[in-house]
Structures are given as C-alpha cells and as structure tokens.
C-alpha cells in the first residue's frame, strides 16, 4: 500500500492514517511475555515494520522505554526490513558489531533481515533468554 502510494503522491496521506492506526494499536496493545525478561545488562533497540512513533508508544505504554535503547521503524530508514539498514543503525548507535547481535523477530523479513546484517536470528515465539543473559 505504501508503496503504491508514494506511486500515485498519496504517500504522507497514507503513512499518516497507517500511523495513527498503529499508535491506537500500541495503547492497546498486551504486553508480551518476551519482555518480562528483557536483559538490563546488554544493550537493546527496536527495529520494527511499524512507524517509530508507534513503537515509542507501545514501549512508554509497556514501562519498557528505559530498557530500550534505538528504536527504527519503517519511516526512519530508507528501506526497511527486510533490507538490513534499520538493524546496522541500530548497531552501529550502540556500538556493537552486527557479528555479535541477536535478532529477535517474529517473521520471514525478520529472519532475512537478520541474515543480511550478519546477525544471529531466533524466533520470538522460541526464544530463551537465559542463553543470552551475559
């Protein structure tokens, strides 16, 4: 939709009213189990198909935004997942190599994201922290 609408000049309309969809989302939003454990002691960002504004919100929702670090959505890059270039800013914003980052995600793009970045890459829904607890 996005794309086809940057086609026709409708683009700001559409990424607009997606926004504000996602940011109604986010307040409404359950919080995942995945973050009850959010390390404190490794750096964490966000890169995510949604807009930043969006996962800011959900993130200040959750009481999770002290624990995060970068947080890239899809209109803070210029190609977003499953182009790597959200995932390398957040990298290279906290200083770590691509190498030595795990990928958390819930998707192909995720996955294929990851793997161009140079990243590990696990599955949200099979995901053990304790493997990464440093």
Same mark, same amino acid.
């Given at each position: 939709?996005?794309?086809?609408?940057?086609?026709?000049?409708?683009?700001?309309?559409?990424?607009?009213?997606?926004?504000?969809?996602?940011?109604?989302?986010?307040?409404?939003?359950?919080?995942?189990?995945?973050?009850?454990?959010?390390?404190?002691?490794?750096?964490?960002?966000? @890169?995510?198909?949604?807009?930043?504004?969006? @996962?800011?919100?959900?993130?200040?929702?959750?009481?999770?935004?002290?624990?995060?670090?970068?947080?890239?959505?899809?209109?803070?890059?210029?190609?977003?997942?499953?182009?790597?270039?959200?995932?390398?800013?957040?990298?290279?914003?906290?200083?770590?190599?691509?190498?030595?980052?795990?990928?958390?995600?819930?998707?192909?793009?995720?996955?294929?994201?990851?793997?161009?970045?140079?990243?590990?890459?696990?599955?949200?829904?099979?995901?053990?922290?304790?493997?990464?607890?440093?």
């Amino acid at each position: 939709m996005l794309t086809l609408s940057s086609e026709t000049g409708h683009r700001d309309a559409v990424e607009a009213a997606i926004t504000d969809h996602e940011r109604t989302g986010a307040h409404e939003s359950d919080r995942l189990a995945l973050a009850e454990g959010l390390p404190h002691s490794v750096p964490v960002g966000v @890169c995510s198909l949604n807009a930043e504004e969006a @996962c800011r919100a959900a993130l200040d929702v959750h009481d999770l935004d002290s624990y995060v670090g970068p947080v890239v959505g899809r209109d803070t890059v210029e190609s977003p997942k499953p182009d790597p270039e959200g995932l390398l800013a957040i990298t290279d914003e906290i200083g770590v190599d691509p190498e030595a980052t795990v990928f958390v995600g819930d998707s192909e793009s995720d996955a294929t994201a990851a793997q161009r970045a140079g990243m590990t890459f696990e599955w949200a829904s099979e995901f053990d922290q304790a493997r990464y607890r440093a």
